[in-house]
Nanobody, 128 residues
Framework: QVQLVESGGGSVQAGGSLRLSCAASGDTTSTYCMGWFRQAPGKEREGVAVIGSSGRTTYADSVKGRFTISQDNAKNTLYLQMNSLKPEDTAMYYC??????????????????????WGQGTQVTVSS
């Protein structure tokens, strides 16, 4: 099992930036993919950005060019740099880890069903 704790959420105006962090502990060596997901009130949880152990990244179309996912393996920490934030980015953001599905080449997907470890979430609110 992998324990995940998010931080860095908050309230910003449209056009602003935030950086989310996710500290991982436990059996992190068995993790194939890590990612950020978000859920707005009344909506399904959706994938935002994911990264494999090789560093290969995948982004949702809605955040391409604005968000950057990265990881510091020495610190067991995952990051999400969010720039040019929009009101539609408002949501609870969750960190997740996949430790049970491996794809050839270390390719990771934004399908939430492929992630079996979840953090508690951090709220991001963007005002217009």
């Amino acid at each position: 099992q992998v324990q995940l704790v998010e931080s860095g959420g908050g309230s910003v105006q449209a056009g602003g930036s935030l950086r989310l962090s996710c500290a991982a502990s436990g059996d992190t060596t068995s993790t194939y993919c890590m990612g950020w997901f978000r859920q707005a009130p009344g909506k399904e949880r959706e994938g935002v950005a994911v990264i494999g152990s090789s560093g290969r990244t995948t982004y949702a179309d809605s955040v391409k060019g604005r968000f950057t996912i990265s990881q510091d393996n020495a610190k067991n920490t995952l990051y999400l740099q969010m720039n040019s934030l929009k009101p539609e980015d408002t949501a609870m953001y969750y960190c997740a880890a996949n430790s049970f599905i491996y794809r050839m080449g270390g390719y990771c997907v934004t399908n939430k069903n492929e992630y079996n470890n979840w953090g508690q979430g951090t709220q991001v609110t963007v005002s217009s």
